[in-house]
């Protein structure tokens, strides 16, 4: 089992600029979910999906769109790409009912200049 | 009410020492209470957890000790070894919505 992957690793983007981040997970996991790590701040929620072609805000969604068309994929879009936007993104996903252990992505390392 | 909050920033042990990481949370709803240990370059992934039905949980050097009447609990590292320098996160969590709500990170290292 590969687990949770994401691709792609690095990215550099101009400001204005689009891009998908994608993560796929191969544990039918029922939850999946979008984080941004920055220095000194931890976690945050950016969106999360509790099913196949669901999906909620959390705590930071502005400037990011997400889609879950499939269960095992889980799709973050950045608009127009902004510097405040650079940070380390994470996926991670979960069996969801009863089970809270979140299961991580090696991350995605987004610079925009 | 949602956050975590967690103490110290940053931590330097001695080999063989005891590393220890305080968390305090103010939502009583909160019944889960991982901590989760991320390496550079990787994802954070699942040490160990509790629950608040008991006061500590113990697997191999790991410790949780958790005070359910001052809403605290924290990690204990015994025996620190170099192996162990990662950044270490607190969270918790609710049945309303399994997300995890959490604490802003100890970066820990264990000097040699």
């Known amino acids: 089992n590969a687990g949770v992957t994401q691709t792609p690793k690095f990215r550099v983007l101009k400001t204005g600029q689009s891009m998908t981040l994608l993560c796929a997970q191969d544990?039918?996991?029922?939850?999946m979910y979008w984080y941004r790590q920055d220095p000194g701040m931890g976690l945050r929620l950016i969106h999360y999906?509790?099913?196949?072609?669901?999906?909620a805000k959390g705590e930071v969604p502005d400037g990011y769109n997400v889609s879950r068309l499939k269960k095992q994929n889980f799709l973050l879009g950045l608009e127009s790409a902004a510097p405040s936007q650079t940070s380390v993104y994470f996926c991670?996903?979960?069996?969801?009912?009863?089970?809270?252990?979140?299961?991580f992505g090696p991350g995605t390392r987004l610079t925009v200049t | 009410q949602q956050q975590v909050k967690q103490s110290p920033q940053s931590l330097i042990v001695q080999k063989g020492g005891i590393s220890i990481i305080n968390c305090a949370y103010e939502?009583?709803?909160?019944?889960?209470f991982p901590w989760y240990q991320q390496f550079p370059g990787k994802g954070p992934a699942l040490l160990i957890a509790?629950?608040?039905d008991v006061s500590e949980k113990k697997e191999g050097r790991f410790t949780i000790s958790f005070n359910k009447s001052a809403k605290q609990f924290s990690l204990h590292i015994m025996d620190s070894q170099p192996g162990d320098s990662a950044t270490y996160f607190c969270?918790?969590?609710?049945?309303?919505?399994?997300?995890?709500?959490w604490g802003a990170g100890t970066k820990l290292i264990i000097k040699p």
């Open positions: 544990m039918n996991h029922e939850y």
């Open positions: 999906s509790v099913g196949e072609g669901t999906t």
């Open positions: 939502n009583t709803a909160f019944d889960y």
């Open positions: 969270a918790a969590s609710s049945k309303s919505n399994y997300q995890l709500i």
């Open positions: 509790i629950r608040p």
């Open positions: 991670a996903s979960s069996s969801g009912q009863a089970s809270y252990e979140q299961y």
